[in-house]
């Protein structure tokens, strides 16, 4: 991975290049990992006019950086590895820096500009974000595994008794799950809802108890390497679902299926959004749409491209996204599916599933 992560730096410095900058201070801790391959708590990444730093405030624990990556750690306690490195752009030439303002706070940004007042700030802006919107084949491979190690948890819950035992407890339970095959941790908070809380998008766990006749929706996802996906099923309990209940999860399904499908190279982020809103605005639902059906994943849960109305851009190949309609009635419950894909050309087969736990309707 080593060269990847010089590849990485390399394509960012040709960016800070053509904005007029000779260097770059990352301070944003996904785009740090992302760069230098670990970023301990506080650590920043310089992209220096004679070298690159990774620069802590203690010694590097918790994983590797980058073998061609040189790490500097702070001598004194309590020191800012921010205001660190720019005083180390300025020792080592540095006339110009761009910094990622949208993450540092006015307080950091001021120091900065006190401990090396000749050097030129400049926002770096999003283009570390942008970078990482398409994957290479090591960071899709960690979201496979982490997608493989959420279907095995959500699998061996779905054996066991449910119907007594609280929101809480199973979310609980489903993160537990996630550790033991092998997970950094839950990707975010699990949700696990019941009855009438179901379908809601981020719903955090109750102490309502699973009923028979409830649907259950459950979102959760693992960290595999620093990868998060994400995975969101809806199940009946007990008995066989009523009508109402088999209506919606078919609309809620053909939503999905829609979104699914209209993933290719080249489509409109707000084309994949409407693919799956026209379903469930035809059947008089529009109001109950969450305000976008799908996001990227990657480092973060939640990172460009965005699947919404009003998003701008295309799709490129290799892009991992969700895609996840959910329709919820208040008093009654819903529906939620949601998958985690990466987009591929139809050459290549079309887009790439990695959540595979069934979608049927089961009545558990």
Request: hydrophobic share 40%; glycine share 12%; with cysteine.
């Amino acid at each position: 991975m080593s060269e990847a992560y010089a590849a990485r730096r390399a394509r960012l410095r040709e960016r800070c290049h053509a904005g007029g900058s000779e260097g770059a201070l990352v301070s944003r801790a996904a785009n740090v990992r992302y760069l230098a391959g670990t970023a301990p708590q506080g650590a920043v990444l310089l992209l220096g006019k004679r070298e690159d730093l990774l620069v802590c405030a203690g010694a590097v624990e918790g994983g590797r950086p980058d073998d061609a990556l040189r790490v500097h750690a702070l001598s004194v306690p309590g020191g800012d590895p921010a205001v660190a490195a720019a005083d180390l752009a300025a020792a080592q030439g540095t006339e110009s820096l761009a910094v990622e303002e949208h993450h540092l706070t006015v307080a950091r940004y001021r120091a900065i500009g006190s401990v090396a007042p000749r050097l030129r700030l400049a926002d770096l802006g999003g283009a570390v974000e942008q970078l990482r919107v398409v994957k290479d084949e090591e960071e899709i491979a960690c979201l496979r595994i982490g997608a493989e190690i959420a279907d095995q948890a959500l699998g061996e819950l779905l054996e066991s008794i449910l119907v007594g035992r609280t929101e809480r407890h199973l979310a609980l339970e489903l993160e537990r799950r996630l550790v033991d095959h092998g997970a950094d941790g839950p990707a975010f908070a699990t949700a696990v809802a019941t009855g009438p809380n179901s379908g809601r998008r981020g719903h955090r766990p109750t102490d309502r108890r699973v009923e028979e006749g409830d649907f259950l929706s459950v979102c959760l996802g693992a960290v595999y390497r620093g990868y998060r996906c994400e995975i969101g099923r809806t199940f009946v309990i007990g008995t066989s679902p009523a009508d109402w209940q088999i209506e919606l999860y078919d609309l809620v399904f053909a939503a999905q299926r829609a979104g699914r499908e209209a993933l290719a190279p080249g489509a409109a982020y707000r084309d994949v959004d409407r693919a799956a809103r026209q379903v469930v605005d035809s059947a008089g639902y529009a109001d109950r749409l969450p305000d976008l059906t799908g996001h990227g994943v990657g480092l973060e849960i939640d990172e460009d491209p965005q699947l919404a109305p009003a998003a701008m851009g295309k799709l490129d190949a290799c892009v991992p996204v969700t895609v996840e309609p959910g329709v919820h009635l208040p008093g009654r419950g819903g529906v939620r599916i949601d998958d985690t894909l990466v987009v591929r050309p139809e050459a290549d087969g079309g887009p790439e599933l990695l959540t595979i736990t069934t979608k049927e309707l089961l009545a558990l």
